[in-house]
């Protein structure tokens, strides 16, 4: 029926795909046809090798929530950049500090860079 996952047990067409990556086999793909997934990554990995195309390589995703947490305005670190001093922290005393209200996402690149105002310290 609808839903299933792309009707495996009644040979219906689902809403969804089927994603047997454990005991599926790959079909309509090409040299990789009658593969486990494991040994058709191994066979795509080993043609892209062989033919100087790509290398094998672990990639981690982590992201950097621990410093950037996503903001608009980059790194939630506040530090002032003195052209004497060279960078410095903001003072506990005029922490936390705020974002500006009145920003503009017109235009690609940091917002902030464009505030005169709130980069004036």
Not at 42 to 48: G, I, K, M, N, T
């Given at each position: 029926s609808a839903g299933d996952s792309a009707g495996t047990e009644t040979?219906?067409?689902?809403?969804?795909a089927y994603t047997d990556t454990q005991d599926g086999v790959l079909i309509n793909s090409d040299f990789l046809d009658g593969r486990d997934v494991a040994s058709a990554k191994?066979?795509?990995?080993?043609?892209?090798e062989s033919a100087a195309q790509g290398e094998r390589a672990v990639n981690y995703r982590l992201r950097d929530w621990g410093v950037?947490?996503?903001r608009y305005w980059g790194c939630p670190i506040p530090v002032i950049h003195c052209?004497?001093?060279?960078?410095v922290p903001v003072p506990k005393a005029d922490l936390p500090v705020l974002l500006p209200d009145d920003v503009s996402?017109?235009?690609?690149?940091?917002?902030?860079?464009?505030?005169?105002?709130?980069?004036?310290?």
């Open positions: 040979g219906e067409i689902g809403d969804t191994q066979e795509v990995a080993d043609r892209l950037s947490r996503q052209k004497a001093c060279g960078i996402f017109d235009k690609p690149g940091n917002p902030l860079s464009r505030h005169e105002s709130w980069k004036q310290v």
